[in-house]
């Protein structure tokens, strides 16, 4: 994860308020399995920001990409 953060330091989120700067990793999928928490391509760079707007705005988050139901197949 270290490395995904240093190779992504802008964050990938950017909804207003950003700071713009990745502070740790959104996992679009969640993290229910160990699989889910370590499968790269359901990660986004965000900022600490970004991260917590994105489960305080629920439903809106799907609409936008931000996050995936664990039962959407791909």
Not at 5 to 11: A, H, L, P, V
Not at 21 to 27: A, E, F, P, S
């Amino acid at each position: 994860m270290k490395e995904f953060i240093s190779k992504n330091k802008i964050c990938q989120v950017q909804l207003p308020g950003c700071t713009r700067y990745t502070q740790g990793v959104h996992h679009k999928k969640g993290k229910a399995t160990k699989e889910l928490y370590l499968d790269e391509s359901y990660w986004m760079a965000s900022c600490n920001f970004c991260n917590l707007r994105i489960e305080e705005i629920g439903e809106v988050a799907y609409e936008l990409g931000l996050k995936i139901r664990r039962n959407q197949i791909d």
